[in-house]
């Protein structure tokens, strides 16, 4: 069976994705704890990773993709990761990365620092060798950069990857999963191609198992207003089924900019078209928060939001589905990782027995035949 992996990091993320062919990949790093205090739950994401890594017999992931550059999906990546950029960060307790996948963005943008002047480096470091990442853009984005350093656009296009397109090098028959990606992207206005969401990696991805289909979106960072488009677009061009998902990691930590501009009183309602997204769950459906835990008060300003966090869980309800917490999983108090085995009865969440005996596995009836229910 493959399965995905979400971290307590409190408002931060790190999904962990393993196939069932062995291959790792990891969906953000943001390592957030403090080691010296007894009072932060947060899991010490480097001495998790390892430790798996350790029990697997290897010292490198074959993807890392990094969603964009702030420091909730990055923080202490340029201590935990092997780069190729320079020798400093090549000793041989780092990890290595086969290949890296980032938006356009984090080769662009200018004015960084820590992290992500880090990251930035070692992206540029291989799009100009031509090897071992993936860039997410609209390829013309990264043509006036690459002309500045003496490359040609069509020697690297084979490294970019448009919304609307497949992620080269995974399929259903042989990797077990594809992922379609949503963002970045452009629009059209005025007869001008306009960048949209050009900081953040949006995609779906579909597993195969034994039959079974089961799909995931992974958010990012996206607005109300990202989706929105997204949406409008994925309609035009007739492919909902890449908006269809057996589970869902929420955008922004579970804020309500990532439903609508309103937050409301009790509930946030979202847009009509981030309404018809999460009407696209399937029964039993999982919506995942990467977050501290959900304020009792509707008063807080920062993430998480209980008006949001009430939302998803009325859609989780209406899908017989569950929302979950990070930091809520399996309890506040002993938060642990969040495990979703995906095999022919989709996605499933590993439960943890609290009293400390081995975890088990709550399986469903299969799904074959399930209707969905919005």
Known sequence: ??????????????????????????FDYANCCDPDDNEDLRINLADALRDDLKEAGRDYYDVVAFTHAD?????????FFYLDHAKKYQDDDRIKINELWVPAAMILES????????????????????????????PDRLKDWLESEGIKLEDRIHLITDAGQLVPGFNLSSEGVEFFVHSPFAVRQDGELIDRNENSLVVQAKFAYEGQDTRVILGGDATYDVWTDIVNITKYHKREDRLKWDAFKVSHHCSYLSLSDEKGEIKTEPVDEVKWLFEQGE??????????????????IQPPHRQAANYYREKASAIDGEFVVTMEHPTKSKPKPLVIKIDDSGAVIKKQIITGAAAVISRPAPRAGRELNG
């Open 283 to 300: 029964a039993r459906g999982i919506i995942v928060s990467s977050s501290k835990p959900i304020p009792e008060s509707y008063e807080e």
């Open 1 to 26: 069976m493959h399965s995905l992996t979400f971290f307590p990091l409190g408002n931060a993320d790190c999904c962990r994705t393993d196939l069932i062919n062995g291959m790792k990949i990891l």
């Open 71 to 79: 420091s909730d999906h990055i923080c202490g990546a340029s201590d």
């Open 111 to 138: 004015n960084l620092d820590g992290d992500a002047y880090v990251l930035r480096a070692e992206a540029r470091y291989r799009l100009k060798k031509g090897k071992g990442i993936r860039v997410f853009s609209r």
